[in-house]
């Protein structure tokens, strides 16, 4: 079982920056995947940004350019740097780890989630 608990959420003006955190409780080394997620008001869950295995990013078009994953595997810790903020970035935020093993197969784990306010 993993625990992740996020940080960083909160209100800003469109053009700022917020930078969120997900520490993980156990080592997110071996993690398969890592990443974020957001979820609009009426709309579905969108992946963000995320990091396989190999160590590649994935960013969502809307996103390219202006948001940053990162990772700190001595903290157990994923990073969003989020800059030039827009009002369609609103949303709650959510990290996620994704594990595969052969023996319990492919896992989800997910935070609580974050709540991010772009103002006009």
């Known amino acids: 079982q993993v625990q992740l608990v996020e940080s960083g959420g909160g209100l800003v003006q469109a053009g700022g920056s917020l930078r969120l955190s997900c520490t993980a409780s156990?080592?997110?080394?071996?993690?398969?995947?890592i990443g974020w997620y957001r979820q609009a008001p009426g709309k579905q869950r969108e992946v963000v940004a995320n990091?396989?295995?190999?160590?590649?990013?994935n960013y969502a078009d809307s996103v390219k350019g202006r948001f940053t994953i990162s990772r700190d595997n001595s903290k157990n810790t994923m990073y969003l740097q989020m800059n030039s903020l827009k009002h369609e970035d609103t949303g709650v935020y959510y990290c996620?780890?994704?594990?595969?093993?052969?023996?319990?197969?492919?896992?989800?784990?997910w935070g609580q989630g974050t709540q991010v306010t772009v103002s006009l």
């Open positions: 990091i396989v295995t190999s160590g590649i990013t």
């Open positions: 156990r080592s997110i080394f071996s993690a398969t995947t």
């Open positions: 996620h780890l994704g594990l595969s093993s052969t023996i319990a197969g492919w896992i989800d784990y």
